[in-house]
């Protein structure tokens, strides 16, 4: 697995936005046919900062301010890629996935295969996703294992500016399309205050990180924790926290949905022997259900206890109390992992 | 015509809507200070505030009744106040409270009363769809109720919108769709995002009337509604209208507003429907004393409803686990009718 200790340990620290739009100005200055779609994305520069500054340099025909018309300009993504351009179309929040969707799943992810590989859709569809600020049902949602369920999407989920960054740059470069989805929460955006962990070391010349390629954030003994996006840092935090009680918890990143790296967490339950899947996405028919079932597909007989903490199958609601208590959070997490270890 | 009184009765309402908004950004702001943090204070979340946008609410819904749906957008606090939702259960939803219209699980941008019939949805353009659904059930019942869709000009180019505007008129449906133009999609001006930027003129690819009304005017609003909304009621299908509103305030708290030029939002200041009624007001001789009882009676229904709201408990955590069907799931045992019981001949 690649880990290049070095780069993460320089001085250099930026915020997960700062970090995305270094990727993209990067990738937009070696190559013409890079450009940026969306809504509120040039003067703005993105709800989430994701294309902050870029306007200034790039201008108004590469960073397109779009009108509230997903269908369309999604559509024109997957059209303009298919023509050999290299588009980045930004979904504001991925609740609004809904008013594209067909563009999304029936064109953009299914055109390659249905062409028999004639035709192929160079193009990133990035999304804000994400709860915890109480913007309730239609405006915190994940999604995550929606979009990795269906077939012909590469499925990118980033937890720090360092993983954003080599990650983005592999988006772009892909000659498939790629959902690029950045929780609100991690991005450092001024009035939504992030965690301490996804603020990181960055290099300043681009890199690439493998799809595929799960991270191991934290390694233990003890128990093996998968998840993604925010709940990296509830996991970490969560890790933490029972490392005093004797406790030695992994904590596995996926960063990548689509493809799956199902074999970094079969060694890692070869090792511990007990699974905690944790995400910020719907329990049924989702990603907690994926990765224990590959799990368990490749030795059942690793698996001496498994528990999943998700949402449970309510829509977000909007109130304190409530989304508190759906959402997970790192007690969820070490409660879980207390479970798991219950028979020791 | 409208008569003073009517006129007045609008004022006081617009007073209220404004009064309303103003409050709520003061309570919001609480909490986020000195830091800005959008999920600390009483009022979490996004807030889309509406000051400036009165005279749209209050101009057509003066002419519905309980019976008459509204579908409202991710703005749509003026609106609900104009149509009569129940101020203090809405208030206490916006601070998340357990006594709300939805017991906390909405918010602001998802304000639900079924006794008035109001609804939101805080998705651009989606609540025309359901409109034309609550035109088409009056028409099934052959009752002459109306609905009107709100919407933004910032929607007028979803497909959602005009898909509606066509299944309305085919249908020859009782439903009026209102564009309230405040000139901006969050930080987009409307002439970067659209060629027609008279929303109005999208009415002629579907065959229904559309007026646009330029003067940020209750009046002037009022009547193109009465218009629009009797010739639904009379069953002669629907209609768009399309009104100039002013934002006041940023797209959201916490919008730094940088896009926008300072002369853009002078000018949406200066420009004060509730002014100008008043203006109108005076003319027709409504003295000093009667303003002061409108607007005080305004602003005490607010107070009233926001110091009740934030009296009430919050909702119990097990909450959230309720209301996801009307009808839960069933626990009876699956039952299968024997041949006999179903009396079918062999």
Redesign the interface.
Known sequence: MARPEEHRQTERSLTMSRAMVEAIAHEMREDDAVFYMG??V???GG?FDSTEGLLDEFGRDRIM?????E??YIGAAVGAAQGGMRPIAELMFV??F??GMDQIYNQMAKNTYMSGGALSVPMVLTAAVGG????????SQTLYGTFAHLPGMKVVVPSTAYDAKGLLHTAIRDDDPVVYLFHKRLMGI????APDGPKTGVPEEAYTIPFGRADIKREGADATVVTLGLHVHRALAAADSLADDGIDAEVIDLRTLAPLDIETIRDSVAKTGRLVVVDEDYRSYGLTGEIIAGVAEGDLAALDAVERVAL????I??????????IPDTDDITAAIRRVRSDE | MLGVTELQDMYETMVMARHYEERLQEEYLEGKQPAFDISAGPIPGELHLAAGHEASGVGVCHHLRAEDSVTAPHRPHHIAIAKGVDLKAMTAEIFGRETGLSGGKGGHMHLFDPDVNFACSGIIAEGCPPAVGAGLDAKKRNADDVAVAFLGEGAIDQGAFLESLNLASVQNLPVVFVIEDNDWAISMPKERVTDVTNGAQRAAGFDLPGTRVDADDVIAISDAATDAIGRARDGNGPSLLEVQVHRRMGHFMGDAEGYRPDADKDAATRRDAIERLETKLRANDIDDETFDELRSRARDRVEEAIEWAKEQPEPEPSAAYEDVFSSPPSEEPERAPSVADTGGED
Do not use: K
Request: charged share 25%; no cysteine.
């Open positions: 809504e509120d040039a003067d703005y709800i301010d779009v009108p509230i018309s269908t369309a609740d609004f809904g008013v915890t600020y109480n913007d309730a049902a239609q405006h001024g009035w939504l205050p449970p199958d309510v829509p609601p909007y109130a304190r109390p409530m989304e508190n208590e759906v």
